[in-house]
C-alpha cells in the first residue's frame, strides 16, 4: 500500500474534528495530488503530532477533511543537534538548509561571521528566512519527517552563544584537531545534544574563535582535504546524527 501524501498544516488545525484548508494546501492537495473525496491524508504540525484524516468535500476553494485519529510520531532515538551554518551564497545555503532536514537537526541557526561573503539587511534577512523556512518544509514533507526544525534569523556568534545551552559543542576545525568522531563518542556518552558550528570559506576569525573556545566548543577534523563549506556541514551531520 503506498503512503499516504502528508502535508503540514497551523498547530491548532489538529485539534478540530473538521478541518478546513484553503489557498495553498487546498491547491496542493486537490490540484497537485488530484486527491478526491474519500482519499486519506496525514497532517502534520511541525512539532511530532500527527493527523490521520478522510477527504468528505472539495470544492473550488476549500477542501474539508474529517479527523479520524492524532497520534505522536514515535522518536528514533538520534542526537538533538543544533547546527550554526556560517551564512553562505544563495542556493548553497539553501542547500544546507534542506540537507539539514532531511539528515534530521532540530535547530538551525545561520551565523553571520566575519569572512562571510554576503551580507544581510533586516528586511532581505526577514525574506530569506522566510524562504529557508519554505525549503525546511517541503524537505520534511518530501522525506516524511513529522516534525520541522526551529529556523532562526541570522545571529552573530556572540549572540548564538548566548543562546546555546547544549553540553556537547564542536566546531570544524581546518587546522590539528581531533577527528569529529573520537570526540562524538566521548561526548555523547554524557549528552545526545549537541551543537555543531561550521565557518565560512574564508574560515572562522581570530576573535571568533576565541568566543567559540571560550563557550567550551571544542575543534573537530573532517580529515586532511579542505571542503566547501556546504560539503563540511553535511559530511559532519551524516557523522553526528549517526553517532
Known amino acids: 500500500m503506498a503512503p499516504l501524501p502528508r502535508l503540514f498544516v497551523p498547530a491548532e488545525k489538529l485539534s478540530e474534528e473538521t478541518l478546513r484548508l484553503l489557498g495553498a494546501e487546498h491547491h496542493y492537495l486537490s490540484r497537485v495530488l488530484r486527491l ?3 482519499d486519506e491524508v496525514l497532517l502534520l504540525d511541525g512539532s511530532a503530532q500527527v493527523a490521520k484524516t478522510r477527504i468528505v468535500q ?8 474529517e479527523r479520524i485519529s492524532v497520534e505522536t510520531a514515535p522518536s528514533h532515538g538520534e542526537p538533538v543537534v543544533t547546527l550554526y551554518m556560517a551564512l553562505l551564497k544563495g542556493e548553497r545555503h539553501d542547500l544546507v538548509v534542506q540537507k539539514a532536514t532531511e539528515l534530521g537537526v532540530r535547530r538551525i541557526v545561520t551565523l553571520l561571521c566575519k569572512h562571510c561573503v554576503p551580507s544581510l539587511g533586516h528586511e532581505r534577512a526577514e525574506r530569506r528566512v ?4 519554505r525549503i ?3 524537505a520534511a514533507q518530501q522525506c516524511r519527517r513529522p516534525d520541522l526544525p526551529e529556523v ?8 548564538a552563544l548566548a543562546q546555546d545551552q547544549n553540553r556537547c559543542r564542536l566546531m570544524l576545525y581546518e587546522g590539528t584537531a581531533p577527528p ?3 570526540l562524538l563518542d566521548e ?3 554524557v549528552t545526545r545534544n549537541v551543537s555543531l558550528v561550521v565557518g565560512p570559506e574564508g574560515g572562522l576569525d581570530a576573535a571568533e574563535l576565541d568566543l567559540l573556545r571560550g563557550a567550551g566548543f571544542l575543534p573537530a577534523s573532517l580529515g586532511p582535504r579542505v571542503l566547501r563549506a556546504e560539503t563540511a556541514a553535511l559530511a559532519a551531520l551524516a557523522v ?4
Open 36 to 38: 478526491s473525496v474519500g
Open 58 to 65: 472539495v470544492d473550488g476553494e476549500a477542501l474539508l477533511l
Open 130 to 133: 522566510e524562504r529557508w523556512q
Open 136 to 138: 525546511v518544509r517541503a
Open 152 to 159: 532562526t534569523p541570522p545571529l552573530t556568534v556572540s549572540e
Open 180 to 182: 569529529l568522531r573520537s
Open 187 to 189: 561526548n555523547t556518552k
Open 240 to 243: 553526528v546524527l549517526t553517532a
